[in-house]
């Protein structure tokens, strides 16, 4: 729930204090929106592997299997039809080709939903921010004319 705060009752620094927090926010929800793209193309890649590999005429091929990130060991699909799925917190699940891809895209779609849902409010907090920065804008103005002001008097 945000707090709705009238940006013409501050006075610069407190305007200052709003725009940081607000920058602040933008950049935690563009991480968090890189985060969940990141993780739905790593998912929109396992659909294409399970694809790739299901394929008949990819039975009995060989494969370089990864060990780590730059260790691999050759070996042979043995089952082409049947995957082990990471479902979470290190617990795989045997599934077929279609049951795999069902759960992929169960997750893909999950992350393209909270992605449209991020990318809303990082667009509400951008408005938000554009307005701080048009307050702020005002607020000097009217600083630099009461300096003006005083300086006829």
């Known amino acids: 729930m945000s707090q709705k705060i009238d940006l013409t009752q501050l006075n610069p620094e407190q305007l200052n ?3 940081q927090q607000m920058d602040q926010q933008l950049q935690h929800f563009s991480q968090s929106l890189h985060a ?3 993780a739905r193309s790593k998912f929109k890649e396992c659909i294409e592997d399970i694809k790739t590999v299901s394929r008949d005429d990819n039975s009995g091929q060989s494969l370089l299997v990864p060990l780590s990130g730059s260790l691999y060991v050759s070996g042979k699909i043995h089952d082409n039809k049947k995957f082990m799925v990471d479902v979470g917190t ?10 795999a891809i069902q759960f992929y895209q169960k997750k893909v779609d999950k992350l393209s939903k909270e992605s449209v849902q991020i990318q809303d409010i990082i667009k509400e907090k951008n408005l938000s921010s554009l307005a701080i920065e048009n307050q702020l804008r005002l607020a000097a103005v009217r600083q630099q004319e009461q300096i003006a002001a005083a300086q006829k008097s």
């Not at 795989?92 to 049951?99: C, F, G, H, I, P």
């Open 36 to 38: 969940l793209n990141v």
């Open 90 to 99: 290190g617990y795989y699940v045997d599934k077929s080709a279609e049951e």
């Open 17 to 19: 204090a709003v725009k």
